[in-house]
């Protein structure tokens, strides 16, 4: 693609950007396929402008009108699906089954969020002792949308669509990494008649998301991205009570082999926990605790000998691979830094991952750290899996729960004794029982706790953060109490 | 103004744009599905014809070039009044 794509969507059409300019190469074959100018300052300024002045047109709507707008979005999305999974995977990486999975999740969201809409906001009425109790609520206005690159449909959406249900208008700022699908969003968008003015893209990198969140237009930031960006903007919004801001980050996620377990089912969920989407899921498992001995030794014998054999390769190769590539060369660099890193600290190397040259792609990686000192408690985004060995069960819940993260967690063992004292001493948002970290439902709160948010989980929760509540008590005239106050006199 | 049928039985509605087909201007809808609408600025009146399933409890839906020819965008308030009277 060589031409120049539009960087600003707002009044419903896309005008060129003024801002940084970059280029967006798919991270396997390097073809471009988004080349263009984000939008400047006075572009984002702008769109904040229209998406301010549509929103009171959008709220009078009603919610009846604008679900109807969104239930023609999920339509067309299920129509196009195979063009869209498509041109997903191709940007992305990942390969086309996942991304076809992508595209469900963003029709469901449709639905999910109606209902969630209806149950944790909407309104309701009921007579109490002091009268008749009404309770409504109310868009906050003009949302930031900020979003990640590994799910650039499906996360995004997971604010828009409950954001734009509860009546409020959108000013979206995709990550630099995935342009083209966020143009494919707004274009399905204003097919299925969402109005000019209601859902606004800007393109950019730093500077057009710093211009965004900075902007006192806007009445809060809905955010999925790395903990690092999100501290900052947590930061910049300190002292500003009027703002929502709902943070999303990462996790840095224990997974515990404990007692006995069935051993395929294990290693299925263990590699599908660790790899999935080539590691790139804030849920994926990133440390895995198994107890020393040799039950231990010989599973991750099996686990490297059967992560070393999952099918890695281009978003379209076939027959179809587990696992695409990472999302850019530089990202896969980090991932493969992060991993020497252990190395050198004392780590010891399970498997070693293949690089393909001049791609993103790389294989799943395994390193033992039970000895490495000075591990950092960061989010490893990539498919590298660290083991640590221990030798009682209340050394690997401490070891669990030693990091500032508290997204998902998990334990793989038939002892339900073991569970329960799981259950009651694991700190996280997602917290499972032998079954795979990654693959929540949208049809239950999605957060976490420690740096992996700000206390505002996600998904069936997200009507939350999208509406304030409005209480009132309402009678049709003043009556006048039968008895006075102590000290009023009429 | 009271006494101008038109400006009595107006109604006041949100605007909100969109390029979708269905909101598109049909060419073959009847007279009486159709209703007047106009903007609010006095120095540049424009009136035009939006059919009546275009029009929702507090907005009315344009087409981009309805809503061109009216000078007007989403968010702004346009008077809506039936041909023929009775919208109020």
């Not at chain 1, 002792?129 to 609520?137: S, W």
């Not at chain 1, 342009?179 to 204003?190: G, Y």
């Not at chain 1, 998904?459 to 309402?474: N, R, T």
């Not at chain 1, 009678?475 to 006075?484: N, Q």
Request: glycine fraction near 10%; include cysteine.
């Amino acid at each position: 693609m060589s031409e120049q794509q539009p960087g600003v969507f707002y009044r419903g059409q896309w005008i060129a950007g003024q801002g940084e300019a970059w280029e967006r190469a798919d991270p396997v074959y390097g073809r471009c396929i988004w080349r263009g100018r984000g939008a400047s300052p006075a572009q984002v300024s702008d769109a904040v402008d229209v998406a301010r002045h549509t929103f009171p047109a959008w709220r009078a709507l009603g919610f009846e009108g604008r679900a109807l707008i969104a239930q023609a979005f999920a339509a067309r999305l299920k129509a196009q699906r195979e063009s869209l999974a498509h041109a997903l995977a191709e940007e992305t990486g990942k390969p086309l089954w996942e991304a076809g999975t992508e595209i469900d999740s963003m029709a469901a969201k449709v639905a999910l969020s109606m209902q969630a809409y209806g149950e944790r906001t909407g309104s309701r009425e009921q007579d109490v002792a002091a009268g008749h109790a009404v309770l409504r609520h109310r868009p906050h206005g003009v949302m930031a949308v900020f979003g990640p690159y590994n799910f650039p449909g499906h996360l995004p959406n997971g604010h828009i669509v409950p954001a734009l249900l509860a009546g409020n208008t959108i000013v979206f700022k995709p990550s630099e990494l995935t342009p083209r699908f966020a143009q494919l969003t707004a274009r399905i968008w204003t097919e299925a008649g969402l109005p000019a003015g209601v859902m606004n893209v800007v393109q950019g990198g730093v500077e057009t998301g710093q211009a965004l969140a900075r902007h006192d237009g806007i009445d809060g930031l809905l955010f999925t991205g790395s903990s690092r960006t999100g501290v900052k903007l947590h930061q910049q919004f300190a002292g500003r009570p009027d703002k929502i801001l709902a943070l999303e980050m990462g996790g840095n996620n224990p997974l515990i082999l404990a007692g006995s377990w069935p051993e395929k089912a294990a290693l299925h969920h263990v590699l599908f926990s660790a790899f999935i989407s080539a590691g790139q899921r804030c849920t994926c498992a990133r440390r895995l605790l198994v107890p020393q001995g040799k039950a231990g030794d010989r599973f991750l014998e099996q686990l490297c000998h059967a992560a070393q054999h999952l099918q890695v390769g281009a978003f379209d190769a076939s027959p179809a691979p587990f696992m695409g590539s990472l999302i850019s060369a530089p990202a896969r660099q980090q991932v493969i830094q992060a991993f020497e890193h252990r190395i050198a600290s004392g780590g010891v190397c399970l498997l070693a991952p293949q690089l393909t040259e001049g791609t993103a792609l790389m294989s799943p990686a395994v390193v033992d750290v039970s000895s490495a000192s000075g591990v950092p408690d960061d989010e490893i985004f990539g498919p590298v899996l660290q083991v640590y060995r221990y030798e009682r069960f209340e050394q690997a819940l401490e070891l669990a729960n030693a990091t500032r993260f508290g997204l998902a967690a998990g334990l793989l063992s038939d002892d339900p004794g073991l569970y329960r004292q799981f259950a009651d001493a694991i700190r996280a948002g997602v917290v499972n029982w032998n079954k795979p970290l990654t693959g929540a439902s949208s049809a239950a709160p999605f957060g976490g706790v420690g740096a992996s948010g700000n206390h505002r989980p996600s998904a069936w929760y997200a009507a939350d953060y999208c509406a304030w509540p409005m209480a009132s008590l309402v009678a049709d005239h003043c009556e006048l109490p039968a008895t006075l106050p102590q000290g009023m006199s009429l | 103004m009271p006494q101008i049928r038109t400006v009595r039985e107006s109604v006041k509605r949100y605007v909100l744009v969109s390029s979708a087909e269905k909101y598109q201007d049909p060419r073959h809808v009847d007279s009486q599905d159709l209703l007047m609408v106009s903007n609010r600025q006095l120095s540049d009146f424009r009136v035009g014809l939006v059919p009546r399933s275009n029009l929702r409890d507090d907005t009315v839906i344009l087409s981009e070039a309805l809503a061109a020819q009216l000078k007007v965008e989403g968010g702004d308030t346009v008077r809506m009044v039936d041909l023929k009277g009775g919208m109020k």
